[in-house]
């Protein structure tokens, strides 16, 4: 009967074990266009590996291991037994391998590993005469292998979902150590009692990892929030778009990767481009940011009525030569300031079409269309005087906020304004003088559009995991983006960002733009 309480205690750790070594492997084919891609290669699996394995190992040192109690039956009658006070003195776990595996499988096993326990043992007969008798037991195990083959797999929801496809587990030696009571007869059965306990162990404890995989894991991975607001507008989806899959030693993940409005979601009818399996192992991560993903953020914010703005004196610092007036715009707009002579104006700026965005080798450039209507304010009036068609072309920089909670900046570096009129309820308006006016004015236009997008986009984040370093390729489409992960909440990683921009003076689609002093004085002598 003693028996029966070794085995139960050793299954349980044997079980908690494999369950914390199998959470441990979840870092992760018909191809799926994604608009955002997650590569972690086998550097990075190792990182996880070398992060993980000291924190297993604490956490099985420092594990409460319940006190074990029941009644069972014996030729002499009912026994009531018990096993109290266990503690696990030593774990060694050191070695481990893990191993991703084509289509979507991540192998990982522990070999020679061992752990040795203490604990106190009871037993007292129901009946009379009342037998008992109690004393300690030391057990220790050796050569100790897991092996777990685990499919990483997505549900219809696309959350990422696993499936353990293969498990072994075996012990090389056990030995069981009686101390008190009648302690020297029991140990002339220890062999015995060895064997059984080996035995009973290995038939129950892959079954019962194999289910833990299948409820607690799964439960775990369905709450993975794969959504992150953006701002009181938008939101983005990383949900996954197909299974994860392993190529050349990296596991792929393939996200969504698409923005959408929260008060009127839908698909952006962007194309999506195909995105090439590349690996490249000198970083553990690499990050695909898709010229898709870019131009559902432009129809997101399209569909959210945000590229709207009513441009008043209000927005204007008052350091700048510049007035929101008919009396201001005389020598580039005649026909208004004869109109309406000394009137205050505003501008209704709408953005009709969603901005695109253009990835290639040289850079990233976009387009934005739409209208500029301008307003005459008389008293609590507003007269419509005429509508402008406008088209910018922007030269696009991107930077990286890299921490635990990592982001995307799109920062306009330049504009190049085209206008023309559209209507007019003050006769024929030539614009050439104003595009003039609107080409010089370009370092005015670029801090105030920057000003207004100026959220960034949330890339995944996982808890107490950072990225860290940074290097990028171009390419038709889209950028990748090379990192590295760090773990370490000790040192508060919240806390810690580094910043990186993807392009310098060199990039050539960037204008070099005066500075202020400079654009005043060109805007005066015009």
Not at 483 to 500: A, G, H
Request: with cysteine; aromatic share 10%; glycine share 6%.
């Amino acid at each position: 009967r003693i028996q029966i309480l070794f085995e139960s205690a050793m299954l349980k750790t044997s079980l908690f074990c494999c369950y914390i070594f199998s959470l441990s492997l979840l870092s992760g084919i018909k191809a799926v266009n994604p608009g955002f891609r997650f590569q972690v290669t086998q550097k990075g699996i190792n990182y996880a590996r070398d992060v993980l394995v000291p924190i297993v190992t604490d956490t099985i040192k420092t594990t409460k291991i319940p006190d074990i109690s029941q009644r069972v039956d014996t030729p002499v009658g009912h026994i009531h037994f018990s096993l109290s006070s266990i503690k696990i003195n030593s774990v060694d776990i050191s070695h481990t391998s893990v191993k991703l595996q084509a289509p979507s499988n991540v192998i990982g096993a522990i070999a020679n590993a061992r752990l040795s326990m203490h604990a106190n043992w009871h037993y007292r007969e129901d009946s009379w005469p009342h037998i008992s008798d109690s004393g300690s037991v030391d057990m220790s195990a050796s050569s100790i292998s897991v092996s777990l083959n685990i499919l990483v797999d997505t549900d219809s929801k696309g959350q990422p979902h696993v499936t353990p496809k293969g498990c072994n587990f075996n012990i090389g030696s056990l030995s069981v150590k009686f101390h008190g009571g009648a302690s020297w007869l029991y140990n002339l059965f220890s062999s015995s009692i060895e064997s059984t306990i080996k035995d009973q162990v290995k038939k129950q404890v892959c079954p019962m990892v194999n289910e833990e995989i299948q409820s607690d894991l799964n439960q775990i991975l369905a709450t993975v929030d794969l959504e992150a607001d953006i701002d009181d507008n938008c939101y983005i989806d990383y949900s996954l778009v197909q299974a994860p899959f392993v190529i050349s030693d990296a596991l792929f993940v393939n996200g969504k990767g698409e923005i959408y409005a929260k008060r009127r979601p839908s698909e952006c009818p962007s194309p999506k481009q195909e995105l090439p399996h590349t690996v490249e192992d000198g970083h553990m991560v690499t990050l695909w940011v898709t010229e898709y993903m870019l131009n559902t953020a432009g129809y997101a914010y399209q569909q959210a009525d945000f590229l709207q703005y009513n441009l008043t004196s209000e927005d204007i610092p008052e350091k700048l030569p510049i007035r929101m007036t008919t009396d201001f715009f005389k020598y580039f707009l005649p026909p208004l300031y004869k109109a309406y002579p000394d009137k205050n104006l505003s501008l209704w700026i709408n953005v009709t079409k969603p901005i695109t965005f253009d990835i290639n080798t040289a850079g990233v450039s976009g387009k934005a269309e739409g209208t500029i209507t301008w307003f005459v304010l008389d008293g609590d009036n507003e007269i419509e005087a005429f509508t402008l068609d406008a088209q910018l072309d922007l030269c696009v920089n991107i930077s990286l906020h890299l921490g635990t909670k990592s982001e995307i900046y799109l920062d306009l570096i330049t504009v190049e304004p085209y206008i023309q009129l559209k209507s007019s309820n003050i006769g024929n308006v030539s614009v050439d003088a104003l595009q003039s006016f609107l080409k010089l004015s370009r370092s005015l236009i670029v801090p105030f559009i920057n000003g207004i997008v100026k959220k960034g986009i949330p890339l995944p984040s996982f808890e107490g995991i950072a990225f860290s370093g940074f290097d990028f390729s171009l390419h038709n489409g889209y950028i990748q983006i090379y990192t590295d992960v760090k773990y370490d909440p000790s040192k508060m990683l919240d806390d810690e960002t580094e910043t990186y921009t993807l392009f310098d003076d060199s990039f050539e689609c960037k204008i070099k733009l005066s500075g202020l002093a400079a654009v005043i004085d060109d805007i005066l002598h015009f």
